[in-house]
């Protein structure tokens, strides 16, 4: 009689958990698509899932008993991810230090997969610290909310306003000298508010 009752809640969570991996899984795929090397985004995708699994009564906005919405679980499991993320670049770093120690050569550095395709932006996107880059790409592909944002970076949502704010002006002066006419508009038009 024991093992059915316990069984109960294992299959309950078992649900929970795969009805949060039908909202998430494929936001956090592009999530680590946009941010990963090729080779790692699967890995580290597994890498959340396997987080979120195991901190599954920690997922704010989860109900107990319904499908979630979107945007209640999602700023939080793109934090979970963003951390799986670190992890792994912070191994692969461990790694090639210690291969370039043993073979006593520095390794020639990766290409990043951006580099063919709108170059002119991903270099203008690299002038960013780490966290305002993070901050404009979780508003510009994620499109979240500031209140979003500041869940998954854990500042303040006004620190992300500002931040923000601060980031798109700064590329916007930057692509402005590398392209020569203003940032996202086609010459002879007049300036945008963002």
Same mark, same amino acid.
């Given at each position: 009689m024991e093992s059915i009752q316990n069984q109960e809640p294992a299959r309950c969570r078992e649900r929970r958990y795969e009805a949060l991996a039908r909202v998430v899984a494929q936001p956090l795929h592009r999530y680590l698509v946009r941010r990963a090397d090729a080779g790692?985004? %699967? $890995? !580290?995708?597994?890498?959340?899932?396997?987080?979120?699994?195991?901190?599954? %009564? $920690? !997922?704010?906005?989860?109900?107990?008993?319904?499908?979630?919405?979107?945007d209640d679980v999602l700023p939080w499991c793109y934090g979970v991810a963003r951390g799986c993320l670190a992890n792994a670049r912070r191994a692969d770093r461990r790694r090639l230090r210690l291969v370039e120690r043993l073979l006593h050569v520095a390794s020639p550095p990766q290409p990043s997969p951006h580099t063919t395709d709108h170059e002119e932006l991903h270099t203008a996107l690299g002038a960013l610290g780490e966290v305002d880059r993070e901050v404009v790409l979780l508003w510009a592909w994620e499109e979240l909310t500031p209140r979003a944002i500041a869940e998954v970076t854990g500042l303040s949502p006004n620190a992300v306003s500002i931040r923000l704010h601060r980031a798109k002006k700064k590329l916007a002066a930057i692509l402005e000298r590398k392209i020569g006419t203003p940032a996202g508009q086609a010459t002879g038009e007049g300036r945008s508010n963002w």
């Amino acid at each position: 009689m024991e093992s059915i009752q316990n069984q109960e809640p294992a299959r309950c969570r078992e649900r929970r958990y795969e009805a949060l991996a039908r909202v998430v899984a494929q936001p956090l795929h592009r999530y680590l698509v946009r941010r990963a090397d090729a080779g790692q985004v %699967d $890995d !580290v995708l597994a890498e959340t899932m396997l987080v979120l699994w195991r901190r599954l %009564d $920690d !997922v704010p906005g989860l109900p107990k008993d319904a499908a979630p919405a979107a945007d209640d679980v999602l700023p939080w499991c793109y934090g979970v991810a963003r951390g799986c993320l670190a992890n792994a670049r912070r191994a692969d770093r461990r790694r090639l230090r210690l291969v370039e120690r043993l073979l006593h050569v520095a390794s020639p550095p990766q290409p990043s997969p951006h580099t063919t395709d709108h170059e002119e932006l991903h270099t203008a996107l690299g002038a960013l610290g780490e966290v305002d880059r993070e901050v404009v790409l979780l508003w510009a592909w994620e499109e979240l909310t500031p209140r979003a944002i500041a869940e998954v970076t854990g500042l303040s949502p006004n620190a992300v306003s500002i931040r923000l704010h601060r980031a798109k002006k700064k590329l916007a002066a930057i692509l402005e000298r590398k392209i020569g006419t203003p940032a996202g508009q086609a010459t002879g038009e007049g300036r945008s508010n963002w």
